[in-house]
């Protein structure tokens, strides 16, 4: 992203595709025997570029688009990214929960093997798990109403942005309380081939839930919100009505 700037006239932030690699300057190889973290920020100074490498053409502010609009519609992929990344917590959540219930199924406890029980009797160890389960569904559904939403091109694409959020918002908050599953399995939550010590990874990922909560709530779209609302309660009477 780089600031372009046509005849000393400012026309905002732009995406620019410019090469990492020339043969001399680029990115060192992985490390062997780690598993890094691969997230990284590249940055230009006075980097000669070619006039195809703008992915976005050249947008003159008119009307009531701002450099603000045209910076959001030019990254409008992270909305994308938003929505499809914080999908995948619906099954590792629902994996998890199976998980966590076979080996509560297995493991017994009592003072002889004739009077042992398994844990799932315990409330609270089948609680956490019946709850990631039910969560899980109701996380499905929630998607299914929001990629609705999200291609519909007849609603405001920043209010298709904020139900990305929202959803995003929700599944992590549902992700970071199915992080009791874990202890529940004591060591064995711990265990790569189990998956489960992933989700808290995912958590970590996607951490920046609650500035964007923050955000969305103190900068409300009142109109483009209303329709929005107006839309999502025809839907909840059209669900209610099947």
């Known amino acids: 992203m780089a600031r372009l700037v046509k005849d000393g006239t400012n026309l905002g932030i732009k995406p620019f595709l410019v090469p990492i690699n020339d043969g001399k300057a680029m990115p060192l190889?992985?490390?062997?025997?780690?598993?890094?973290?691969?997230?990284?920020?590249?940055?230009?100074?006075?980097?000669?570029?070619?006039?195809?490498?703008?992915?976005?053409?050249?947008?003159?502010?008119?009307?009531?688009?701002?450099?603000?609009?045209?910076?959001?519609?030019?990254?409008?992929?992270?909305?994308?990214?938003?929505?499809?990344?914080?999908?995948?917590?619906?099954?590792?959540?629902?994996?998890?929960?199976?998980?966590?219930?076979?080996?509560?199924?297995?493991?017994?406890?009592?003072?002889?093997?004739?009077?042992?029980?398994?844990i799932i009797h315990f409330v609270s160890q089948y609680a956490p798990i019946l709850t990631a389960f039910a969560q899980s569904f109701v996380l499905a559904e929630f998607y299914n109403f929001a990629m609705q939403k999200f291609t519909d091109n007849s609603v405001d694409f920043r209010v298709r942005h904020g139900i990305a959020a929202c959803f995003k918002a929700i599944a992590l908050r549902y992700v970071r309380d199915a992080n009791m599953l874990v202890e529940r399995c004591g060591a064995q939550g711990l265990f790569k081939y189990n998956g489960m010590s992933e989700l808290h990874g995912i958590t970590i990922a996607e951490g920046d839930v609650l500035a964007l909560s923050i955000r969305k709530a103190r900068r409300p779209r009142a109109r483009s919100f209303h329709n929005a609302n107006i839309h999502i309660t025809k839907s909840r009477e059209k669900l209610k009505g099947g």
């Open 29 to 118: 190889p992985d490390r062997g025997g780690s598993a890094p973290v691969r997230h990284s920020i590249t940055t230009f100074n006075h980097v000669f570029i070619s006039r195809s490498s703008l992915l976005q053409r050249d947008t003159p502010k008119r009307g009531n688009v701002t450099k603000r609009l045209d910076y959001l519609m030019a990254i409008w992929c992270v909305a994308i990214g938003t929505l499809a990344l914080s999908a995948t917590t619906i099954p590792f959540l629902a994996r998890t929960a199976c998980t966590v219930a076979m080996y509560s199924k297995r493991r017994h406890v009592g003072r002889a093997p004739s009077n042992s029980v398994p």
